[in-house]
Each structure stands twice: as structure tokens, then as C-alpha cells.
């Protein structure tokens, strides 16, 4: 039928023509939970996000207690930047399917972003404690004690996701920053020098300048802003940097 049919669609990554075939198989019977389901999925892959939440909302007004319809309304309110709606949708996910894991990292990432990081660092943990190998957690976590502050913890958290994966540029990112913070530039310089291995970016350029800088090597640092500058001419902190 049109259910089955989309699924194959949505498989295929043909996502609109999946969500026509999905609106075919609600047309036939209003209350179907898997055609609303996976029309909600195939709206968020093609980024249509207000109808992907409204499509989830429908669902759970047939289905209240559907754990997945929740945590995906709250994925696509997270996208929209809305989450104090999205942790509300990710507590009702985590009241359904207590040992959900990704609930409660999502609902971490959304927290740090409400400011609330002690939250979140417990929304991590319980995630890690359900799920050891969600390694994406620590780095959350380390942005986390970041944002407190508390550079000394972010790194002991970064050095975790980076002992789990080979790790993210941001993890490099930020592992430098928190040693910039430290005024432990050198180690600041070589953990974004892998940051940019991994990922050329402007901000890990302009970062890296700063610690050069710091550390009196100041040919070397207005050399990097250049190369920042060339990577993005709009970058406010490499303009800043090379007008210090």
C-alpha cells in the first residue's frame, strides 16, 4: 500500500515524493500513526521543519504516548532554535522510554543553549550511563564546563571524546580554547593546528593567531589572521586580532 511504498521512497531518499505517497495513505484513513510518523521524518530531511513539528502533533493527538513522535517534534523544534520547547518534548520523550539515551543528550544540548548547564552536564551523564559509547556526549559535556568556566573540566572531558573517536574539529576546537583560557597557549596552538588538520575553518585560524600572539610571536600571528581573513573576510575576531 501507500505506507509501504513510501517507506521504500523514503529509503531511496526520494523524500518528497515518499511524503506524497505518505499524505495518499492518510487520505485512506486519517489515524494512520506510521504514515504521520514517517511523513514527519521525510518534512525534517528536507527541511520544511513547521510542518514536520505540525505533522508530530497530529500524531500525538491520535497517539499521546508515542515516545518517538516526541523526541522527533523535539528534534525539529531544536533545528527551529526553539528549545525550551524542545526539553518539554524531550521530558515527555524520557517520561515514555525511560533508557532512551539520544532523549537525554538532545535534551543536554538544548539546555546548554537555555544557559542551564549544570542540567545539562546531568543530562550527559545519564546518557553516557545508559549508552557508554554516545562519545559525542563528552564533547556536549566539555562545552558545557566550558560555558561555566570551568576550563580544567571541559578539557578532562574533551580528552574523553578524543580517547573514544579519533574527534571532531570542534572538539579540537574548543580543547584549545580551554587551554587559551588557561593562558596554556602552546597546548592551546597544537590542539587547534589539529582542529584544522581536520577542518580548515577561519575561527580555529583566528583562535590560534590570538594564542601566537600571546605567546610574543607576532609575525606568525598576523600571518595566521591573514590566512583567517582569506578563509572569511567578515570574521569581526581575526579584524579585532590584527587591529591589536
Known amino acids: 500500500g501507500w505506507v509501504r511504498n513510501g517507506k521504500a521512497l523514503f529509503d531511496l531518499g526520494r523524500y518528497q515524493d515518499a511524503i506524497d505517497s505518505f499524505d495518499n495513505a492518510i487520505a485512506l484513513n486519517q489515524r494512520c500513526i506510521e504514515a504521520f510518523n514517517y511523513k514527519g521524518l521525510a518534512l525534517e530531511k528536507v527541511n520544511r521543519i513547521d510542518e514536520s ?15 518517538a513522535a516526541h523526541y522527533h517534534k523535539g528534534l525539529s523544534l531544536a533545528l527551529q532554535g526553539d528549545h525550551r520547547h524542545a526539553i518539554t518534548a524531550f521530558e ?16 543536554g544540548i538544548s539546555l546548554i543553549h537555555g544557559g542551564k ?12 550511563e545508559i549508552n557508554p559509547s554516545c562519545h559525542a556526549a563528552f564533547f556536549w559535556k566539555g562545552r558545557a564546563y566550558f560555558e561555566m568556566g570551568n576550563f580544567d573540566a571541559a578539557i578532562t572531558a574533551f580528552d574523553h ?49 590570538v594564542s601566537l600572539a600571546e605567546l610574543g610571536m607576532s609575525r606568525d600571528a598576523l600571518d595566521t589572521f591573514d590566512k583567517a581573513l582569506e578563509e572569511d573576510s567578515n570574521l569581526a575576531e581575526a579584524w579585532i586580532g590584527k587591529g591589536n
Open 53 to 67: 513539528i505540525h505533522t508530530f502533533e497530529i500524531l500525538l493527538e491520535i497517539d499521546p504516548r508515542n515516545g
Open 161 to 209: 571524546a578524543l580517547e573514544n573517536t579519533s574527534g571532531t574539529a570542534d572538539v579540537h576546537y574548543y580543547r584549545g580554547r580551554a587551554f587559551a583560557a588557561l593562558d596554556q597557549h602552546r597546548e592551546a596552538i597544537r590542539s587547534y593546528d589539529r582542529a584544522l588538520e581536520i577542518n580548515h575553518s577561519a575561527k580555529a585560524l583566528a583562535s590560534k593567531a
Open 117 to 128: 548547564y549544570l542540567d545539562a552536564i546531568a543530562a550527559f551523564d545519564r546518557a553516557l
Open 92 to 107: 515527555k520523550t524520557i517520561e515514555i522510554l525511560p533508557s532512551f539515551a539520544p532523549a537525554y543528550y538532545h535534551r
